[in-house]
């Protein structure tokens, strides 16, 4: 079984650039989430995808958007980078079936906007 | 929106102590979910329990849902063991983890 898996691992960006993350679903789950982690803080929610649609939305500016694909994978765009967008983003894997509930993370893309 | 909890924000203990961190939470949740964050960053599942008790290994937890809040075990501690501690939990009619403020531990030889 194939754990969550993300890209890249680090990234650098300037203000005003935009930037994707990727995020491939573990094995068998339809369902994938995004957080941003600032530092020393806990992971805050950005938004859900099921079925390839939005299913609810954190407290995050329409600058970030997403998307999901026919096989679960996902992107995180978010445009005209700001400085307080350096953080950790982590996706979250989880499935509708069985435990639906319990959701699984990739090891995250650190992003620095300078 | 719902508030989470978590005590003590900071431990130290030496390798081979026990002991218990605290969860408190302010709504009814279907799911709670304890999880370690490593140096890098991962976050790792330790526990899925929206209520009662589980073990595994040298680490358990229990959950009071009725009381609102949840307790990790972690006993015969090891270096390894060090990191940042989260619950998380998620509401009846949420899609989003909602996470707490976390338990850094450090655990010395």
């Known amino acids: 079984e194939t754990g969550v898996t993300q890209s890249p691992t680090h990234l650098i960006k300037t203000r005003g650039q935009q930037v994707t993350l990727r995020c491939s679903s573990q094995?068998?789950?339809?369902?994938v989430s995004w957080y941003q982690q600032a530092l020393g803080q806990g992971p805050q929610f950005i938004f859900q995808?099921?079925?390839?649609?939005?299913?609810g939305r954190g407290n995050f500016p329409p600058r970030f958007s997403g998307l999901q694909f026919p096989n679960y994978s996902s992107e995180l765009n978010v445009n005209a980078l700001e400085l307080d967008d350096s953080a950790l983003y982590l996706c979250?894997?989880?499935?509708?079936?069985?435990?639906?509930?319990?959701?699984?993370f990739g090891p995250g893309t650190r992003l620095t906007v300078l | 929106g719902i508030q989470v909890e978590q005590s003590p924000p900071d431990l130290i203990l030496q390798e081979g102590a026990n002991s218990t961190l605290r969860c408190n939470f302010s709504d009814s949740v279907n799911n709670l979910q304890w999880f370690h964050q490593n140096p890098w960053g991962q976050l790792i599942n330790l526990f899925y329990i929206p209520s009662g008790t589980k073990q595994n290994g040298r680490l358990s937890a229990t959950t009071v849902a009725t009381e609102r809040y949840s307790l990790l075990y972690i006993s015969s501690s090891q270096t390894t063991d060090s990191g940042v501690y989260f619950c998380a939990v998620r509401t009846l009619t949420a899609s989003k983890l909602t996470f707490g403020t976390g338990t850094r531990l450090q655990v010395t030889l």
């Open positions: 995808y099921y079925r390839e649609e939005e299913n």
């Open positions: 979250a894997s989880s499935s509708d079936r069985g435990t639906y509930n319990e959701q699984f």
């Open positions: 094995s068998g789950h339809n369902t």
